[in-house]
């Protein structure tokens, strides 16, 4: 039900526009975040946007990502700006709906030096 766009690769301090988009209109009513995955790490909150479009970020992003919805669209969207190799990483949409976790595919994101 969700799925991401937007990956590839990019030059250190260049920018990407990842999309969540959503089969349906849930995002209106649940927080909706964003993770990220590099080989051989654990998966990564990265960032989150809840119903009312208040934001969080992990604090290695802050201040060069910024999360949005567009609720018309059913999409969620993560700009990322001044991207440094180690950003590189699968990126994964998710929310969590009547206590069942939605996950996406991922989209993959490399940061050349």
């Known amino acids: 039900q969700l799925e991401e766009s937007g990956g590839g690769l990019v030059q250190a301090g260049g920018s990407l526009r990842l999309s969540c988009a959503a089969s349906r209109s849930i995002f209106s009513l649940n927080v909706v975040d964003w993770y990220r995955q590099a080989p051989g790490n654990q998966r990564e909150l990265v960032a989150v946007?809840?119903?009312?479009?208040?934001?969080r970020y992990v604090d290695s992003v802050k201040g060069r990502f910024a999360i949005s919805r567009d609720n018309g669209e059913n999409t969620v969207y993560l700009q990322m700006n001044s991207l440094k190799p180690e950003d590189t990483a699968v990126y994964y949409c998710?929310?969590?709906?009547?206590?069942?976790?939605?996950w996406g595919k991922g989209t993959l994101v490399t940061v050349s030096s």
């Open positions: 946007i809840t119903p009312g479009s208040s934001t």
């Open positions: 998710h929310t969590l709906i009547g206590g069942i976790d939605y």
